[in-house]
């Protein structure tokens, strides 16, 4: 790594590594290590300090993290883990031409790098269904994501992250607005950037934004935690002068509920939520889905041993590295689930979705008790039924 | 005509079996026609038919065995739902599905095989380069 070791010396100190005390509360609390795998976020922050010439335990250590944030938060010291893990998988992609075991062969990577295709002319939109109201041009957009490739890449395991984006919707035309949904949106371009393909994000954030601009979009809502992610911290990192506004969906409709005055339906049920680490590790929105749920007249939360800002991965990140050590994660995390005896499962964001989608049909599952999967939009959706224009009919009780 | 590039995926069997006899005719195929192996159609996943539109094919032809030849068992089946699912995901691209066709073979279908080249390469000729090619910001390696 001696070409290189200026860079990843400047990796490490950005990061903190040096803080390191090398006290194992990383490793003792990450899922990847627990589940048996032979990862350790503590050596390889102690490898690339102490033993740089020991690549092949770095460069194939680099991309087993899940970057699911865990370790950070039981850091002590401050060492900035997940950041160096993306820094430094740029690196190492770009000069080695490295990169980790892609699932599904790199499927879903090639169809996100097809999107960089400045010609991209895209039928995407099939999917809105006739009560949905969007527009071409406003001030503010939905964001889709992915989610129309997924539904058909993942059809095999009855996967549907579509209902985020129709439920999105629902709920914003619900709450008054009728969103710009672009037909030329692209990926946002997490997957590539976790996984170390920098230039073909920093493409993929350019064309969006500059549909986006085109479209006269001042801000962008979207339900995916990931592209809320991206949009709201690394594509102005690539974007000069970005100004748009990035917006959670469910904040938008926590504000929404506040403004407007509208009531969900009540409904008796059990129910227990799946964080997404990147809305409660790394946007610390732990409180807000909560008190969603919480204004739905009868239903229970009951979390899990390990929710909000200690919640358990779903198990796999960014398409690369899903083995027996992920299926692993998995089905502990629908242990939890299941020792809650909820009915419900609901999660926030489509990759949980997926992933928990597929754990769900797990032989190891088999006799097991059932638990219903379903994205956090869908239920506030189902629970906020449209009144007729401007009354918010049996729902103002 | 803008140059186009065309991959073909054949089976090992029937199509390849083709393939060979038709080399051994000195039989011409399209120059800007490549050739990919795999075992089985079975093994044509999602991901290997998106990679090829990635990394610069107009079209891609799949080669196949007839279902009923298949030495594998499951193969077509396996193979075919890939096939639709990737149709599908083509389609939302702009790709567009007619630029990926199957074409089965028996194991003595040589000039059958040489025509469905022939013809495909053709098509995609008049239908010029496939609009959803990446730019120069290819993946590294
Ligand atoms: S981010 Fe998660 S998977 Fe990666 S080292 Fe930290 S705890 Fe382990
Ligand atoms: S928790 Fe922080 S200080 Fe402790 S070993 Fe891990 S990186 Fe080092």
Redesign the pocket.
């Known amino acids: 790594m001696s070409d290189i070791s200026q860079k990843v010396e400047q990796i490490i100190r950005e990061h903190n590594l040096h803080l390191c005390l090398e006290c194992g509360k990383?490793s003792a609390?990450?899922?990847?290590?627990l589940s048996g795998k032979q990862y350790s976020?503590r050596l390889l922050a102690q490898k690339i300090i102490a033993s740089p010439e020991d690549e092949g335990y770095i460069e194939s250590a680099v991309w087993?993290?899940?970057?699911?944030?865990?370790?950070?938060e039981r850091c002590p010291s401050g060492v900035r883990?997940?950041d160096f893990?993306l820094r430094l998988r740029s690196l190492l992609a770009a000069v080695k031409g490295l990169k980790g075991y892609r699932a599904h062969d790199g499927a879903v990577h090639s169809w996100m790098r097809i999107m960089t295709a400045p010609g991209l002319k895209q039928n995407r939109l099939e999917w809105l269904t006739p009560d949905l109201r969007t527009t071409q041009e406003g001030p503010v957009a939905f964001f889709v994501g992915c989610a129309p490739y997924f539904d058909v890449f993942f059809s095999g395991i009855g996967v549907q992250t579509l209902a985020f984006a129709r439920d999105g919707l629902r709920l914003m035309n619900r709450l008054g607005v009728d969103p710009v949904v672009l037909a030329e949106e692209r990926c946002c371009g997490h997957d590539l950037l976790w996984t170390g393909d920098s230039a073909n994000f920093a493409e993929l954030s350019r064309l969006n934004y500059q549909a986006f601009r085109q479209a006269g979009v001042k801000e962008i809502v979207t339900a995916c935690p990931e592209c809320f992610q991206v949009w709201e911290r690394f594509v102005p990192e690539v974007v000069e002068g970005f100004d748009l506004k990035v917006t959670l969906l469910l904040d938008f409709v926590e504000r929404g509920m506040k403004t407007s005055g509208l009531r969900f339906s009540p409904l008796k049920t059990r129910v227990t939520y799946q964080d997404p680490c990147r809305l409660a590790r790394m946007a610390d929105r732990v409180e807000g889905p909560r008190r969603l749920m919480g204004m739905i007249e009868g239903l229970t939360l009951k979390e899990m041993d390990n929710s909000g800002r200690s919640a358990l991965?779903c198990g796999n990140s960014s398409f690369i590295n899903c083995d027996a050590y992920s299926k692993r994660i998995q089905l502990e995390r629908l242990d939890e689930a299941r020792r809650t005896k909820a009915e419900l499962l609901l999660t926030a964001c489509p990759k949980c979705h997926i992933h928990l989608a597929c754990a769900l049909r797990d032989p190891h599952t088999l006799g097991q008790p059932g638990i219903e999967l379903r994205p956090l939009p869908s239920l506030l959706a189902e629970r906020l039924p449209a009144g007729p224009e401007g009354d918010p009919g049996d729902n103002a009780r | 005509m803008t140059p186009v590039s065309i991959l073909g995926i054949a089976c090992n069997w029937s199509p390849y079996a083709c393939y060979h006899a038709a080399g051994r005719a000195e039989l011409a195929l399209p120059a800007n026609f490549r050739l990919m192996r795999v075992m089985c159609m079975g093994r044509i996943n999602q991901a290997l038919i998106l990679k090829a539109f990635e990394h610069g094919a107009d079209g891609v032809i799949l080669l196949e065995c007839v279902d009923a030849d298949c030495r594998y068992g499951p193969g077509p089946e396996v193979g075919h739902t890939n096939v639709d699912r990737v149709r599908r995901l083509l389609r939302f691209l702009g790709i567009g599905q007619e630029r990926l066709v199957e074409r089965a073979f028996a194991a003595d279908g040589r000039d059958e095989l040489v025509h469905a080249v022939w013809d495909f390469t053709r098509a995609i000729e008049d239908m010029g380069p496939n609009p959803a090619k990446p730019g120069s910001a290819r993946e590294a390696s």
């Open positions: 990383c609390s990450c899922p990847r290590m976020p087993e993290c899940l970057t699911c944030g865990l370790c950070e883990f997940v893990i991965c």
